[in-house]
């Protein structure tokens, strides 16, 4: 069973590529939803918003619980956020909100991914990571800024690749958790 946080933001499309692998899925909106998942989804949308739900449901705690918990992690834009030094303090990273642009532009790009291969993503208002610690792996690269790490069990993109149609990171997730 695959999670997808869905306070806010674009987990109905994570939702339906999981489902397209294959995956059963599960909405998560309060701490007991966090129970017996295999892998979780931190999609994209709007991180103050999202911390706003996150404290209004009690939800810190136990998301920094479970990727402690070495299950598999995959996190996409404002998701990433939500994990860096500024938010939950999952991921050794800050992210520089926004940085390709303050304007709500767009971009899509295929980003090649270290071990992974090459994935098609949408860049919205997205982040870039600005400064990140020694166990932090840069994975990929959009304009010599990093947009894909992986620290450990968490894999983070600071694009949308739901929105490009693209499902190789999914794949990935769905195989990691078994
Ligand atoms: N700009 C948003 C934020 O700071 C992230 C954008 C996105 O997730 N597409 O939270």
Not at 64 to 83: H, K, N, Q
Not at 90 to 111: H, I, K, M, T, Y
Not at 138 to 159: E, I, K, S, Y
């Given at each position: 069973?695959?999670?997808?946080?869905?306070?806010?933001?674009?987990?109905?499309?994570?939702?339906?590529?999981?489902?397209?692998?294959?995956?059963?899925?599960?909405?998560?909106?309060?701490?007991?939803?966090?129970?017996?998942?295999?892998?979780?989804?931190?999609?994209?949308?709007?991180?103050?918003?999202?911390?706003?739900?996150?404290?209004?449901?009690?939800?810190?705690?136990?998301?920094?619980?479970?990727?402690?918990?070495?299950?598999?992690?995959?996190?996409?834009?404002?998701?990433?956020?939500?994990?860096?030094?500024?938010?939950?303090?999952?991921?050794?990273?800050?992210?520089?909100r926004n940085a390709f642009g303050r304007q709500p532009r767009s971009f899509?790009?295929?980003?090649?991914?270290?071990?992974?291969?090459?994935?098609?993503?949408?860049f919205i208002r997205a982040?870039w990571?600005?400064?990140?610690?020694?166990?932090?792996?840069?994975?990929?690269?959009?304009?010599?800024?990093?947009?894909?790490?992986?620290?450990?069990?968490?894999?983070?993109?600071?694009?949308?690749?739901?929105?490009?149609?693209?499902?190789?990171?999914?794949?990935?997730?769905?195989?990691?958790?078994?």
């Amino acid at each position: 069973m695959v999670g997808v946080l869905a306070l806010q933001g674009g987990f109905a499309a994570h939702a339906q590529i999981l489902r397209e692998l294959g995956a059963e899925v599960r909405e998560v909106r309060v701490p007991a939803d966090l129970e017996e998942l295999d892998a979780l989804v931190m999609p994209g949308g709007e991180s103050t918003t999202m911390t706003l739900g996150v404290e209004r449901e009690g939800l810190g705690e136990p998301l920094r619980a479970f990727a402690a918990s070495g299950r598999p992690v995959l996190a996409t834009c404002a998701g990433m956020i939500m994990l860096d030094r500024d938010h939950l303090g999952v991921l050794d990273l800050r992210c520089e909100r926004n940085a390709f642009g303050r304007q709500p532009r767009s971009f899509e790009a295929d980003v090649e991914i270290e071990g992974i291969g090459v994935v098609r993503g949408v860049f919205i208002r997205a982040p870039w990571v600005e400064e990140a610690g020694d166990g932090v792996e840069p994975l990929g690269h959009v304009d010599g800024h990093v947009v894909a790490v992986r620290q450990g069990n968490v894999l983070a993109v600071a694009f949308h690749p739901e929105l490009a149609g693209e499902s190789g990171l999914h794949r990935e997730l769905v195989a990691a958790a078994g």
